[in-house]
């Protein structure tokens, strides 16, 4: 059935998709990806972030080893 619908489907491309490229194919990207791709920073798997993502992260991060050491306070008084 894969096959008949493949067979059956009309593509149609424009010229600008026969200039597509491997070499140019970020410039043809919507503008908020190219943004992403072109950033400076990337996190431990290679995978650009932007500075109020990584901003968000460490906020988080403070905030929930904040939480930690108050809950670990209490459990310690309570005994």
């Known amino acids: 059935m894969m096959q008949q619908w493949i067979d059956e489907a009309d ?3 424009t010229d600008a998709y ?22 400076d920073t990337s ?3 290679g995978n650009a972030q932007t500075e109020d993502a990584q901003s968000e992260d460490q906020s988080a ?6 939480t930690d050491e108050a809950q670990t306070a209490d459990t310690e008084s309570a005994q």
Do not use: F, H, R
């Open 18 to 39: 026969d200039e597509i490229t491997y070499g140019n194919t970020k410039d043809y990207l919507p503008a908020d990806v190219q943004t992403v791709l072109n950033s």
């Open 61 to 66: 991060t403070d905030s929930q080893t904040a």
């Open 43 to 45: 996190d431990d798997d």
């Open 11 to 13: 593509i149609q491309t």
